[in-house]
C-alpha cells in the first residue's frame, strides 16, 4: 500500500509498504529501492534534475506517532521527521503492562 508521495521538483518520490515489511521507493513509476523492514531502513537512489543525478536517502522508521521518514537530497533534508525514540517508549510500556499484571494478580 502507498505510505506517502512527495513531489520534488518535477520528481514524483513514492513509498510502498507491504504487511510484511516490503518497503519500495519509487520514483516516476521506476522501483529505485526495495528493502524488507521492521523497525525502518535506510534507501539510497538518484534522481534526475537538469540532467543531472542527484543522490537522494530516504530513511523510514518508527516514532511515537506512528511511521516517520526522513528524505534528503545531495546530503540536504528535504523532510525530517520529529527525532523521538520510539523503542524506549514501547520498552517501558512492555514493562508497565507487565507491573500492572502483576498487581492486578496478587489483588485477587
Request: proline share 2%.
Amino acid at each position: 500500500m502507498k505510505f506517502t508521495t512527495v513531489h520534488l521538483g518535477n520528481n514524483k518520490i513514492e513509498l510502498f509498504n507491504s504487511l510484511f515489511g516490503k518497503e519500495t521507493i519509487r520514483v516516476n513509476n521506476e522501483i529505485v529501492s526495495e528493502k524488507r523492514s521492521i523497525l525502518g531502513t535506510e534507501h539510497l537512489f538518484n534522481i534526475k534534475e537538469n540532467e543531472n543525478e542527484i543522490a537522494c536517502k530516504l530513511v523510514t522508521g518508527f516514532g511515537l506517532n506512528g511511521v516517520v521518514i526522513d528524505l534528503f537530497k545531495d546530503g540536504k533534508p528535504i523532510i525530517e521527521s520529529p527525532k523521538n525514540n520510539a523503542i524506549i517508549f514501547l520498552a517501558i510500556s512492555f514493562f508497565a503492562v507487565i507491573i500492572i499484571g502483576v498487581i492486578i494478580k496478587n489483588l485477587n
